[in-house]
């Protein structure tokens, strides 16, 4: 069954958690929110919740 862009953020968050919750264990709290940011962003393209063309124009908005 096709998974929905909601499930696909789930995904990703749920990733990225574990992520942060791993990374947290070996350095401070702070390089683990940093490693969750890169973690979202890559899971948020590998679930293709966004693809690239979603990206280039959130960039082109932002850029006006």
């Given at each position: 069954f096709p998974v929905t862009i909601p499930g696909q953020v789930f995904?990703?968050?749920v990733v990225m958690g574990l992520g942060v919750?791993?990374?947290n264990q070996?350095?401070?709290f702070m390089f683990a929110i940093l490693a969750g940011a890169i973690i979202?962003?890559?899971m948020i393209f590998?679930?293709?919740a966004m693809k690239k063309q979603d990206l280039l124009t959130l960039l082109e908005m932002i850029k006006k």
């Open positions: 995904v990703s968050a919750w791993y990374v070996y350095t401070n979202y962003l890559i590998v679930t293709k």
